[in-house]
T-cell receptor, first 111, second 115 residues
């Protein structure tokens, strides 16, 4: 089945850029997502990219997709304390049914 | 607030008891999904509905689990004869088949603790 891998932790200084990486095995995924989960809260859809795109920018967020290497990344510019959360990489197929999630990357911000 | 809502937010039950959770999707959304999330892991897909039809079930959904969406609006997830391994956060999501149906919006979850 589909396997989605993320590093567990990332620590960055406030104001720096954060880059969260994700690798996956199934190249047939049509939609690739980034979700954010804050403590005690549900999952918030941050952004997504279609598999026929290489990059998507949305304000402070930049998503890069390297289909050849099956690598997805999320860059957060000017990281703020409010960005502290767990970030999940996730993949969906063309039928828009289930989404397969990675285990999440916990982002912590240093002053 | 017109987001996905779930009830209850927390449930503590003793092993062997039955529990039922409710999910109310965003009103115009015709697809509804259930996921389970254990500590330190990402959500795992359980099942999903399009209107009242249950279209896919994960092998994670054992015979003790049953989900319904009788009128194509809210959904219930029942766990019979709960086990300690059922302790998890149960998440509901919804989307609209058609434009933007790949965008699943999640509720706050129901945290189940089985003692």
């Amino acid at each position: 089945g589909e396997d989605v891998e993320q590093s567990l932790f990332l620590s960055v200084r406030e104001g720096d850029s954060s880059v969260i990486n994700c690798t996956y095995t199934d190249s047939s995924s049509t939609y690739l997502y980034w979700y954010k989960q804050e403590p005690g809260a549900g999952l918030q859809l941050l952004t997504y990219i279609f598999s026929n795109m290489d990059m998507k920018q949305d304000q402070r967020l930049t998503v890069l997709l390297n289909k050849k290497d099956k690598h997805l990344s999320l860059r957060i510019a000017d990281t703020q304390t409010g960005d502290s959360a767990i970030y999940f990489c996730a993949l969906g197929g063309s039928s828009a049914s289930k989404i397969i999630f990675g285990s999440g990357t916990r982002l912590s911000i240093r002053p | 607030d017109t987001g996905v809502s779930q009830d209850p937010r927390h449930k503590i039950t003793k092993r062997g008891q039955n529990v039922t959770f409710r999910c109310d999707p965003i009103s115009e959304h015709n697809r509804l999904y259930w996921y389970r999330q254990t500590l330190g892991q990402g959500p795992e897909f359980l099942t999903y509905f399009q209107n009242e039809a249950q279209l896919e079930k994960s092998r994670l959904l054992s015979d003790r689990f049953s989900a319904e969406r009788p009128k194509g609006s809210f959904s219930t997830l029942e766990i019979q004869r709960t086990e300690q391994g059922d302790s998890a956060m149960y998440l509901c999501a919804s989307s609209f088949k058609g434009q933007g149906d790949y965008e699943q919006y999640f509720g706050p979850g129901t945290r189940l603790t089985v003692t």
